[in-house]
C-alpha cells in the first residue's frame, strides 16, 4: 500500500468508490431517497475538481487536504480528508472530514495508516460520525476519539451525526 495527496488521476476512481462506499455504509442509516437520488456524476465532477485543486494549492477549494492510499497496481482504495473545523463551535482547530477504505479492505490496517498518516495520534482533532455506524465508532474509539455532548441533525441526509474528540 502507498499512501499519497490526492491526484488527478485518483479522482474518478475516489468519485466511484465513495458513492459505492456510501451506498454499502449508509443503507439503513439514511433514508432511501438519500441514496437513490445520489448523484454520480457529480460526484465525479466533485473529485476532479478537487483532484485539480490539490495539483495546485495542495488542498481543496473547501481547505481540505486529502491522502489516498492505492493498492499494489496503483489503484485507489481508499482516503483521508483533514480541513479547518466546519462547526460553529469547534472543540479542535482540526477536523476529520472524511475516512472511507473499500469494503474488501476493512480489517487489513489501512484505515489506520490513512488516520495515522492524516492525523497522526496523539494529534487533536474531532470528527462527525452518523448515529447508528457503530463500526465506525468502534474504529475510531479505539484510536483515542470519543463522543462529547454535541449532536446534530444533518438534513442534507436526513440523519443525526454525532461528533467525536480526541
Not at 463551535?89 to 482540526?94: F, K, L, R
Amino acid at each position: 500500500m502507498d499512501i499519497r495527496p490526492l491526484e488527478p488521476e485518483d479522482a474518478d476512481e475516489v468519485a466511484a468508490l465513495q458513492s459505492r462506499l456510501w451506498r454499502a455504509t449508509y443503507t439503513g442509516l439514511v433514508p432511501d431517497r438519500v441514496l437513490r437520488v445520489r448523484d454520480d456524476a457529480a460526484n465525479v465532477r466533485v473529485w476532479r475538481k478537487r483532484a485539480r485543486d490539490h495539483a495546485l494549492r495542495g488542498r481543496s477549494d473547501e481547505g481540505a487536504t486529502t491522502l489516498v492510499a492505492h493498492d499494489r497496481d496503483g489503484r485507489p482504495i481508499g482516503w483521508a480528508s483533514t480541513g479547518p473545523p466546519r462547526d460553529d463551535d469547534p472543540p479542535t482547530a482540526t477536523e476529520l472530514w472524511s475516512l472511507y477504505v473499500a469494503e474488501e479492505h476493512h480489517g487489513s490496517g489501512v484505515a489506520h495508516e490513512l488516520l495515522e498518516a492524516a492525523l497522526p495520534s496523539p494529534a487533536a482533532a474531532h470528527l462527525w460520525v452518523l448515529r447508528g455506524n457503530d463500526r465506525a465508532i468502534a474504529f475510531y474509539r479505539k484510536r483515542g476519539f470519543l463522543p462529547d455532548v454535541t449532536s446534530k441533525h444533518d438534513d442534507r441526509l436526513g440523519a443525526d451525526e454525532l461528533r467525536l474528540v480526541r
